[in-house]
């Protein structure tokens, strides 16, 4: 019947549908959500080989991290997601040793330890496995507790979150550790807890302001005071933003041309291939180049919800929408501080900046996403 085999056995019992198998249904992957991150892809390829310099070697490094990345989705969505909720509390346990780790022994950077160097293995940042571990250990523990949750097991879900965001933000890393918070927290939000907890939290977050700012080292206040007045250093610490803030102004609705900035082509915006990349998108694409991107975006985040809703129980629904709506606060919080109305915390625009963590990390999530959603059991009555 149009392409369907059709069973159907005794009255009462159930209805079993089968679909001729596909491409799509043996690689797990769902063509929509593909397409588009191949869309962004491509068209951050074509940003990023502006605001590299024009170096193709560079585009080749991003296309061959592309590649492992798309190929760990692949991998991923595969994966049954009865195997990831098995596993998540034991890779939860092995990520908290690991920041641990690093705090004992791990690799400094700029002032940073966030590294782990294993004998035989590169350096790699444990910080970034936890942005998939956390949602994932937390989706697992609501997975057989009634919902809406009640008031000991949100403590509980709460301090399972506290415990790998204070390890990462003592390395200090501020972005991942706000990352990882927010995943823990659209976990929460979504298991349905109860609004009254919500604003508690919210006022106990406020009052906790001064014993967070006198916790802060000098340069992470230093962002703080430069966000608020960017203009008391011009030559210092509010270079970047004030840089940033020009390019994205002078390239109005239709921007200067690709390759022709002049803030990112003479080296005024620094990091412009990394954190500030949609600074050259603005300045030589113009608003109409952003919204494209954000359009993009849009559908990305709106396939990644609509696969949430989808889902047949509460831990691929819970870790599905919490990993679409983490990818959105990397949007909105690289957006945000690029542009001047969130301080920098060093997040990058997602899929399109340089570097190979985090592609490989994003894409992973969507490898999870399009597990929960290839996996549904085709059953009905």
Not at 58 to 76: C, S, T
Not at 123 to 148: G, H, N
Not at 242 to 249: F, L, M
Not at 329 to 351: A, D, E, H, T
Request: hydrophobic letters at 50%; charged letters at 10%; proline letters at 5%.
């Amino acid at each position: 019947m149009g392409g369907q085999d059709f069973q159907r056995t005794m009255p009462g019992a159930q209805v079993h549908f089968s679909r001729r198998r596909t491409w799509w249904s043996y690689t797990h992957l769902d063509p929509i959500l593909t397409l588009l991150l191949l869309i962004l892809a491509g068209y951050g390829l074509f940003v990023f080989y502006s605001a590299s310099g024009q170096s193709e070697a560079a585009v080749q490094r991003q296309l061959i991290r592309y590649g492992v990345a798309f190929g760990a989705m692949l991998v991923i969505a595969c994966t049954s997601p009865r195997l990831l909720r098995r596993w998540a509390p034991w890779v939860f346990g092995l990520g908290v040793l690991m920041l641990v780790g690093v705090l004992l022994f791990g690799v400094g950077a700029k002032g940073a330890q966030r590294w782990l160097q294993l004998p035989g293995l590169p350096r790699f940042q444990p910080s970034e496995i936890m942005k998939l571990v956390v949602p994932m250990t937390l989706a697992w523990y609501f997975a057989d507790r009634p919902l809406p949750p009640r008031l000991k097991h949100t403590f509980t879900v709460l301090a399972i979150l506290m415990l790998p965001t204070l390890l990462i933000a003592k390395q200090p890393d501020l972005g991942t550790s706000l990352l990882i918070a927010a995943s823990g927290i659209f976990v929460l939000l979504l298991s349905g807890v109860l609004w009254r907890y919500v604003f508690s939290a919210i006022v106990l977050a406020g009052a906790c302001v001064p014993l967070l700012w006198m916790l802060m080292r000098d340069y992470q206040k230093q962002r703080v005071l430069t966000f608020l007045n960017p203009e008391s250093d011009p030559l210092g610490a509010g270079w970047n933003i004030i840089q940033s803030k020009t390019a994205i102004g002078s390239g109005g609705i239709h921007g200067k041309g690709w390759l022709n900035g002049s803030q990112s082509q003479l080296d005024f915006l620094p990091e412009s291939h990394t954190d500030f990349i949609i600074a050259v998108m603005a300045e030589e694409l113009g608003l109409v180049g952003v919204l494209l991107l954000l359009a993009i975006y849009l559908c990305i985040i709106a396939r990644g919800l609509w696969i949430a809703s989808q889902a047949q129980d509460t831990f691929g629904r819970l870790l599905a929408g919490s990993l679409t709506l983490t990818f959105f606060v990397y949007v909105f919080v690289n957006i945000g501080m690029v542009s001047g109305i969130l301080p920098v915390v060093g997040v990058p625009l997602p899929l399109v900046s340089y570097g190979g963590t985090s592609i490989l990390t994003l894409m992973a999530g969507f490898g999870m996403i399009m597990s929960i959603h290839s996996h549904r059991t085709m059953v009905t009555r």
